[in-house]
């Protein structure tokens, strides 16, 4: 087992859920302060 699966194995679903959803998050933020647009972003 590696970390990684140790390490969702110590987490809730829904924390794991919410951790991947920050991630995601996080990544729309970046492409946006690089000037794409939304629906760019979004469809893609």
Same mark, same amino acid.
């Given at each position: ?5 140790? &390490? ?15 991630? &995601? ?7 946006l ?7 760019k972003?979004?469809?893609?």
């Amino acid at each position: 087992m590696n970390n990684r699966e140790m &390490y969702e194995k110590d987490l809730g679903k829904e924390e794991l859920a919410g951790k991947q959803e920050i991630r &995601y998050l996080d990544k729309l933020v970046d492409e946006l302060a690089k000037g794409k647009a939304m629906e760019k972003i979004l469809r893609g």
